[in-house]
């Protein structure tokens, strides 16, 4: 298949054996056949250079995780780092399971508001829009892998890069997966500082994964108010019927003979039929011509089916209508105010919850919940990778206040002025625990939301013995993420676990058991045939290779599903980590062969106890 320009381009761009003159050259030279993109000079960042001798894992803060006594309660996660390194985590943690992304990323004004390399961009530098795009681009592109088939992005952004995001946008996501530049009037008092105008809204970019999914994307929910007319003097006469026994109506019992009412107004109704009432109810057929907005009686049956009632108050005959049950109104391109507030009131929330500003213009939690109820999806996973002050965070949970959904958060920002620690976390802790606020108040907490803290951390990019021991043991919080069981357990059966040799971890109906020594094998398999437990258990094994040891656990195959690692996570990581640039026949040293057992830690005795000889230490005696 030929390739076209732009794909070329970017596989020069990141080709690590051309030299940067070298690249010039060829990109310049595909430049005259293009047609139509974005091209930009791709600027190197340090944390993607770093990734090419080391990859992210995420570790556990423990005492600062909050758990709820609810048993559904859904778990919340905070990712404390660079947010290119936690993405990369992500992609083996939540790959396609991502259903809606909101982010806010910086809106490069060259107003120290964004920082590349350690250094703020500011209007005088003429790489400024260069930095931004290849900023943006690498975290869109591992973006994209974490959406879900149904799943949106929603990205704030102001004028400056408002153009150049679209057309990124357009080449990552697709052109035909572009939804809507919504327009966020985001302040009632705009600034007056301009002598040409007063900026009072900003963008909110909103793209599909695959647009032909999204079967259903929602707005803004309401009851029609009071009971208005079908009467609508724009629209041709139409005749329209109503079935028998479906028109309610304050005449009194009797037959009413067709022909055309007098309402006191030009636009009149004609009953066409008689028509005969019986207790507050058209007993027969009502048929109708007017001026109406229902076109068709095929609309009749609908609004009858979705609950709507139709009303005739008078001798007029005017047909009304009510509707019972909430509407579905598609959000419009401009997002005023009035719907999900602005900056003065997002100010005001924040300092609400700390007593004192902590924070400059935060966005408000109604036009976070406002997006992310877009889609049909009360158990929908929310990803923002810019997070700031957490606001994203503090909408869902509100969210699932309201409406009784089991939404997931995660949010990702790095520790710039301590502002995970102390704003990010401190102000969900508080949303989630309750607090006083600025006012005195006492603001009850939504006690139904866990909350886990975790740290990027990082272990050597090469396949050494020692680097994939390393990866496999830090993979126990990759896995309770993955897996969402987070409660880990002393014991496996009757043997007490050591946890340099398993670790046992349940929750959300599962059960996940990490084998970090290989030799230790055979006897968690003597467990698993003793075990009455027909929950099936998901078995990650350290391996050399992606061998999982099937054929060792062949006599329990139907109880368990296997995985190796740590290869499973670096299949997941070599998709989106950087190439490696590598001396001409250097190899990656390994001291495994593909398969087997290296043996190296000794023999299985020194790994596992048995609890039957301890008998407070039983496996009946713990809690699931």
């Known amino acids: 298949m030929k390739a076209n320009p732009q794909e070329l381009i970017a596989r020069i761009r990141k080709d690590p054996y051309l030299s940067r003159e070298e690249k010039s050259q060829l990109i310049e030279s595909l430049r005259k056949t293009k047609r139509y993109g974005l091209v930009w000079e791709e600027k190197r960042e340090e944390v993607e250079e770093r990734q090419r001798d080391r990859i992210p894992v995420l570790t556990e803060v423990k005492e600062r995780a909050i758990v709820s006594d609810a048993a559904d309660a859904p778990n919340h996660i905070l990712i404390e780092g660079d947010n290119l390194d936690a993405l990369v985590a992500l992609t083996y943690t939540h790959e ?23 250094s703020y961009v500011d209007t005088e530098d003429s790489f400024r829009h260069s930095k931004w795009l290849s900023f943006m681009e ?50 009632f008092r705009p600034d007056n500082s301009s002598p040409i105008l007063r900026r009072n809204a900003e963008f909110v970019l909103c793209y599909a994964k695959n647009k032909a999914n999204i079967s259903y994307f929602r707005g803004v929910s309401s009851k029609t108010e009071g009971m208005p007319s079908l009467t609508k003097g724009k629209e041709k006469l139409k005749q329209i019927t109503f079935p028998a026994n479906c028109v309610k109506t304050t005449l009194p019992d009797g037959l009413y003979k067709k022909g055309l009412k007098d309402n006191g107004k030009q636009l009149k109704w004609e009953l066409v039929n008689d028509a005969r009432v019986k207790n507050g109810i058209f007993i027969t057929e009502v048929v109708l011509k007017g001026h109406s907005y229902w076109a068709t009686d095929k609309k009749v049956v609908e609004e009858l089916a979705s609950g709507t009632e139709i009303w005739i108050k008078s001798e007029s005959f005017v047909p009304y209508y009510k509707k019972n049950k909430e509407s579905i109104s598609r959000p419009t391109k401009i997002l005023d105010a009035d719907i999900v507030n602005d900056y003065l009131f997002a100010n005001a929330q924040i300092n609400g919850v700390f007593g004192t500003p902590v924070f400059n213009n935060p966005k408000p939690t109604s036009l976070i919940s406002f997006l992310c109820n877009f889609t049909d999806n009360p158990n929908a996973t929310i990803l923002d990778f810019f997070a700031g002050s957490g606001t994203t965070l503090h909408a869902t949970m509100a969210l699932n206040a309201e409406d009784g959904g089991h939404r997931q958060c995660i949010l990702v920002t790095n520790n710039e002025n301590r502002i995970c620690e102390e704003v990010t976390y401190v102000r969900n802790k508080k949303v989630i625990e309750g607090y006083v606020n600025a006012r005195g108040e006492t603001v009850k907490g939504l006690t139904a939301n866990s909350l886990r803290y975790y740290r990027t951390d990082f272990i050597g990019r090469d396949k050494t013995a020692q680097n994939r021991r390393a990866l496999a043991a830090a993979s126990a919080d990759l896995l309770c993420i993955r897996e969402g069981a987070y409660k880990e357990l002393g014991i496996f059966g009757s043997l007490k676990l050591k946890p340099s040799v398993a670790r046992y971890f349940t929750g959300n109906d599962k059960h996940i058991l990490l084998i970090l020594n290989e030799n230790a094998i055979e006897y968690f398999i003597r467990e698993i045939e003793g075990m009455d437990n027909p929950a099936k258990l998901k078995v990650y094994v350290f391996s050399p290779g992606d061998y999982a040891y099937d054929d060792e656990f062949m006599d329990v195959a139907d109880r368990v599903e296997l995985c190796a690692v740590p290869s499973s996570i670096y299949n997941a990581y070599e998709k989106v980590l950087p190439k490696r640039v590598r001396d001409a026949g250097e190899e990656e040293s390994d001291d495994f062969a593909e398969g087997g057992r290296s043996g190296l830690l000794g023999d299985a005795g020194d790994f596992c106890d048995r609890g039957a000889e301890d008998p407070e230490r039983n496996v009946n005696d713990v809690e699931e």
């Open 96 to 118: 396609g399971n991502i259903d809606v992304i909101y982010i806010d990323p910086p809106y490069n004004t060259g107003k120290k508001d964004f920082r590349y390399n350690d």
């Open 138 to 187: 690498r975290r869109l592109l591992i973006a994209k892998k974490l959406l879900s088939s149904q799943g949106a992005v929603f990205i704030s952004i102001g004028d400056d890069e408002l153009c150049n995001l679209k057309l990124l946008c357009d080449e990552i996501l697709g052109e035909n997966n572009f939804i809507e530049n919504y327009v966020w009037e985001s302040t």
